[in-house]
């Protein structure tokens, strides 16, 4: 199955960071032999009554092999770095930082004979939030609340949006709205309908991105082109016109005879136009040059990704390095993000790096775009929540924002609830419901895998899980978080099989000591596909997890093993 995708706003994130140079020690291997290490930091908040951003989570890339890794911090401008952990988790928090200070950090990955690998440093210095910042809900409806500044296209005095409309029998029309300021739009015109075209009567234009040529002076619209009935075509459709002008549908056509069905159209910062689309029933991505005037074929660059199942690609440029960031093919269903990094459009590129937790926090990865404030460029990866196609139907289709932090080629992104965003800084700062309390704490399980004990769901690593040692359900996973803590939120990350994706019913049980407990939630209605947050309150040392049964949209027996992907608890130790 084939999503219609749509054109939405994507950050990421670059708040004073900045690239130092790596400091080589006599068993550092070679960086730029058979191993590397990225760092990202994404700054935070705890509570939207804070005034000063003074929390980092800081993120690692897996490196093979590695015994354990080993975070350093500094305050003297990369002088006398202390340690701060060291352990196998792939994030660490650091809470409560010093305002007037610039904090360093830096990675190491340790090997056999303690030999090691490690980052460039970044760098971080607490900020005050800006006061203008609106809010965007990841578990709400009504998309941000607030002013994001100008939209659309600018073009001399006015600026332009161009909106697609559909009917049930597929495309419609193209509308038009202007504005003098960007954010009070009135209707114009329609700029193209099905009537426009013999190729558009009964069609789907699905994936369009609409950008500004500066070469030619005019606005180009790209689209996924196919029939309104189904997805046997896989096209690419192109149509252009003067800005406020009616537009000039150019045909749809396959590129050099392949396969284009998911993709995005990016701009260089020279002009050079690039289509990126998948092909051969999604198995590859082919990276193609567009003509100067952006509405046509020049040449075919290269195949990306091949026979991986990669689709909804989306690309961005910052400090040099160029990013892919794509979803795993699951139809409808939350899937496993990926990217890739290159310092040239025309490679070579990494292999494919995971981010994020196993199905992108109960969505799939989406387009990605760059604002600019006056302290920072900002991205955030819109990742789209396609809910009217799952079986467990939560209602419509909603999108989740998840901050990127872009560093050296590498890209980190995690879920937060609440995200704020300022429109004239380009500042975006998330809210994490308290500090993180259940990493790598003791883990209990009522059965387990050799090699996939309970430890492995809360041991800071998305990629690992805890497996149970046969398919019995009901079952259940217990942290011991060594302390009596005031509880604020849970987030799980549940193992879903691609083809049979299952929502989980669960009830989260809390205790003091460990034998007396309580039932204080209750998610045997849950609809969430992959991935659930919720609100805690009370006060534990245990929280325990019922996992009381899996919904496999396919089959109504449950043939899953229980596991758990990843467990976060958050809270603040109680008085």
């Known amino acids: 199955m084939f999503k219609k995708k749509k054109f939405s706003i994507i950050f990421i994130m670059t ?43 800081i993120y690692w890339s897996e490196v093979a092999n590695a ?20 352990g196998n988790a792939k994030m660490f928090g650091d809470y409560h930082l010093e305002v007037n200070k610039n904090y360093h950090y830096k990675i190491r990955a340790v090997f056999d004979q303690q030999e090691y690998v490690e980052s460039s440093a970044i760098e971080f210095q607490p900020y005050q939030v800006p006061d ?23 073009h001399g005095d ?34 193209m309908d099905r009537n426009s075209h013999p190729d558009l009567e009964a069609s789907k234009l699905e994936s369009g991105t609409v950008q500004y040529n500066e070469h030619t002076g005019e606005i180009v619209g790209w689209y996924h082109y196919e029939n309104n009935v189904d997805y046997s075509l896989a096209r690419l459709a192109v149509a252009s016109g003067k800005p406020g002008e009616v537009w000039t549908y150019h ?74 960031f794509t979803s795993d093919a699951a139809g409808w269903y939350p899937s496993q993000a990926a990217y890739a990094s290159a310092s040239s459009m025309e490679g070579p590129w990494s292999e494919l790096r995971l981010i994020g937790n196993k199905n992108t926090f109960g969505g799939q990865s989406g387009h990605i775009n760059t604002v600019q404030g006056s302290e920072a460029t900002t991205h955030i990866m819109n990742a789209y929540r396609w809910m009217f196609g799952w079986a467990e139907d939560p209602g419509g289709a909603r999108d989740r924002w998840y ?26 700062i998330p809210v994490q419901p308290g ?6 704490k003791p883990a209990f399980a009522e059965s387990e895998l050799t090699g996939a004990e309970a430890g492995k769901a809360n041991d800071g690593d998305y990629q690992s899980s805890w497996v149970a040692a046969n398919n019995h359900w009901p079952t259940w996973w217990m942290v011991d978080l060594e302390d009596v803590y005031d509880l604020s939120h849970v987030q799980i990350s549940w193992f879903l099989f691609n083809g049979s994706e299952a929502v989980h019913y669960y009830e989260i049980e809390t205790s003091i000591d460990g ?46 093993t229980p596991q758990l992907s990843d467990v976060k608890i958050f809270g603040e130790v109680a008085e």
Not at 15 to 22: H, Q
Not at 406 to 418: S, V, W
Not at 435 to 440: D, F, H, V
């Open 15 to 57: 708040i004073c960071v900045s690239i130092l140079t790596a400091i080589n020690y006599t068993q550092a291997r070679d960086l730029e032999g058979d191993a590397q290490i990225g760092i990202g930091i994404t700054p935070f908040i705890i509570s939207e009554s804070e005034e000063i951003v003074n929390h980092v989570n």
């Open 67 to 86: 015994n354990y890794y080993v975070l350093f911090r500094s305050e003297q401008n990369e002088e006398n770095y202390q340690e701060i952990y060291q």
């Open 132 to 154: 203008d910042v609106g809010y965007f809900h990841n578990n709400e409806e009504g998309g941000f609340q607030g002013s994001l500044g100008p939209g659309g296209i600018k």
């Open 158 to 191: 006015l600026y332009y949006s161009y909106r697609q409309e559909n009917d049930g029998n597929g495309f419609k029309q193209i509308n038009l709205y202007t504005s003098e300021d960007g954010e009070n739009w009135t209707f114009d015109k329609v700029v």
């Open 251 to 324: 045909g749809s056509f396959r590129p050099n005879g392949n396969e284009s069905r998911d993709k995005a159209y990016f701009i260089d910062d020279d002009g050079t136009g690039y289509i990126m689309s998948s092909a051969n029933m999604n198995a590859d991505f082919i990276l193609y040059e567009l003509t100067p005037d952006h509405l046509e074929i020049e040449r075919e660059v290269m195949t990306l990704f091949e026979g991986q199942h990669r689709e909804g690609p989306g690309i961005t440029k910052q400090d040099g390095y160029y990013y892919i």
């Open 403 to 428: 901050p990127i932090s872009l560093h050296d080629g590498y890209a980190f992104y995690d879920y937060f609830e609440k995200i704020l965003a300022s429109a004239s800084t380009g500042l975006v």
């Open 435 to 440: 500090q993180l309390i259940s990493q790598e």
């Open 515 to 560: 034998e007396n407990f309580e039932k204080v939630l209750d998610r045997t209605d849950n609809k969430n596909y992959g991935f659930t947050s919720d609100s805690l309150e009370g006060e534990a040392r245990y929280v325990r997890i019922q996992l009381v049964d899996a919904n496999l949209h396919n089959n109504p027996n449950n043939w899953y």
